[in-house]
């Protein structure tokens, strides 16, 4: 059974700042890997999706890594702002099996950035 | 496209009665997902569709949860009798592909509170 770990849980940084959320998955036969943000209250939005073959994305200050192998990514927020607060969150799709279509989903990390 | 719309935006109803959310996905999205979010167990997969088809629906909870899909456009998850349990955030999602780059689109979620 896939089971995906964020870390930290929760995080607080001044605006400016650069910081790093952790993603790992135990199942490492994936197809794809994404990163979602979460306000409070709201729906899901789509930051980046990494394919199984791909080993980053980036979009804006936004950047996504992808170790498959080993099981891991990172999202890199450069130059944080009041406005990255949120809850991210990441999803692994897994490749066949019977949990084929299944989007697997961390608990999310809480991040604040204070002025 | 207005994304993936669902209604009602809140719900709160007593125990026992029949609940009905409502989604619409994104038009020319093959895949349909309905998703469950509660503090205590994260988001999870309840069910999701293809061209209209179920194809896994292991992760309905219980046989009070059912889920169609009548036509391309619309999809409805009921649940008959409701329980306190059953109180969380109900999200659809819809893909163009399983697998493919487009990722996952998800709607602004359904807040159920059962009293």
């Known amino acids: 059974k896939q089971e995906v770990t964020q870390i930290p849980a929760a995080l607080s940084v001044p605006e400016g700042e650069n910081l790093v959320l952790n993603c790992s998955f135990t199942?490492?036969?994936?197809?794809?890997l994404q990163w979602f943000r979460q306000d409070p209250g709201k729906g899901l939005t789509s930051l980046l999706l990494?394919?199984?073959?791909?080993r980053e994305q980036t979009s804006g200050r936004l950047n996504a890594s992808l170790d498959k192998s080993s099981g891991r990514s990172t999202l890199y927020i450069a130059a944080s702002q009041p406005g990255d607060s949120a809850t991210y969150l990441c999803?692994?799709?897994?490749?066949?099996?019977?949990?084929?279509?299944?989007?697997?989903f961390g608990q999310g990390t809480i991040l604040t950035v204070h002025p | 496209d207005a994304g993936v719309i669902q209604s009602p935006r809140h719900e709160v109803t007593e125990m026992g009665q029949e609940v009905t959310l409502r989604c619409k996905p994104i038009?020319?999205?093959?895949?349909l997902f309905w998703y469950r979010q509660t503090m205590m167990r994260g988001l999870e997969l309840l069910i999701y569709?293809?061209?209209?088809?179920?194809?896994?629906d292991s992760g309905m909870p219980e046989d009070r949860f059912s889920a169609k899909m009548p036509n391309a456009s619309f999809s409805t998850l009921k649940i008959q009798p409701s329980e306190p349990r059953d109180s969380a955030v109900y999200f659809c999602?819809?893909?163009?592909?399983?697998?493919?780059?487009?990722?996952?689109?998800f709607g602004s979620g359904t807040r159920l509170t059962v009293v």
């Open positions: 999602a819809s893909s163009l592909k399983l697998q493919g780059s487009g990722g996952y689109t």
């Open positions: 199942d490492s036969a994936i197809y794809n």
């Open positions: 990494i394919q199984s073959s791909q």
């Open positions: 999803a692994v799709l897994k490749a066949g099996g019977t949990s084929y279509g299944k989007l697997t």
């Open positions: 038009s020319g999205h093959d895949y």
């Open positions: 569709f293809n061209n209209n088809v179920p194809i896994d």
